[in-house]
């Protein structure tokens, strides 16, 4: 069974940094992309960027380029999603999900992880 | 970028209805759109892939149509389940982009 596990709920305050994961199971993790969308409150779906563990090629989105950092360990089967310092502007749930290399597309997600970012 | 823009917003339905949401490109895509449900505190999930593939598991009142840059989503029968948010999502020269969302609501 294909799963996408990301980690817990965070609660930081401006300018703290934050690396979030996100743990592929149940398939070659390094024969598909993992990609990152964020969701602000009450809002829709924003494409932030994506990573292709196999090879680590990575593409951001022209709106999220410098504001975050997404990796991979392969070994471990795992993606990260991380900021340098946080804003208020970056409370929102952040889903990872499983890029498919022929449809383009996003065929499985992660539950998601809420980050709250409060003074 | 490549912008997407799905009409209407918000559209409200009755259960056995038939609903269409639309889908629009700035350029050209070819095929590569696929189509996402959402249900409150929920993530996303696939339902139709290169704009009108279905999705494994996914029920055959959902339908996709369309290329370059005009789509569309279809719901034959609106049932009780569908009623939730749906986007588009395209994809072109690796970059990846979703609409900004169709609520389909009880009438």
């Known amino acids: 069974e294909v799963q996408l596990v990301q980690s817990g709920a965070e609660v930081k305050k401006p300018g703290e940094s934050l690396k979030i994961s996100c743990k592929g199971s149940?398939?070659?993790?390094?024969?598909?992309?993992i990609g990152w969308v964020r969701q602000m409150p009450g809002k829709g779906l924003e494409w932030m960027g994506i990573?292709?563990?196999?090879?680590?090629?990575?593409r951001y989105s022209p709106s999220f380029q410098g504001q975050v950092t997404i990796s991979a360990d392969k070994s471990i089967s795992t993606a990260y999603l991380q900021w340098s310092s946080l804003k208020a502007s970056d409370t929102a749930m952040y889903y990872c999900?499983?890029?498919?290399?022929?449809?383009?597309?996003?065929?499985?997600w992660g539950q998601g992880t809420l980050v709250t970012v409060s003074s | 970028d490549i912008q997407m823009t799905q009409s209407p917003s918000t559209l409200s339905a009755s259960v056995g209805d038939r609903v269409t949401i639309t889908c629009r490109a700035s350029?050209?895509?070819?095929?590569?759109l696929a189509w996402y449900q959402q249900k409150p505190g929920k993530a996303p999930k696939l339902l139709i892939y290169?704009?009108?593939s279905l999705e494994s598991g996914v029920p055959s009142r959902f339908s996709g149509s369309g290329s370059g840059t005009e789509f569309t989503l279809t719901i034959s029968s609106l049932q009780p389940d569908d009623f939730a948010t749906y986007y588009c999502?395209?994809?072109?020269?690796?970059?990846?982009?979703f609409g900004q969302g169709t609520k389909v609501e009880i009438k």
């Open positions: 999502q395209q994809y072109n020269s690796y970059t990846w982009t």
């Open positions: 350029q050209s895509i070819s095929s590569w």
């Open positions: 990573i292709y563990p196999g090879d680590s090629d990575t």
């Open positions: 290169k704009a009108s």
């Open positions: 999900a499983r890029g498919r290399k022929v449809q383009r597309d996003f065929d499985y």
């Open positions: 149940g398939y070659s993790f390094t024969s598909y992309w």
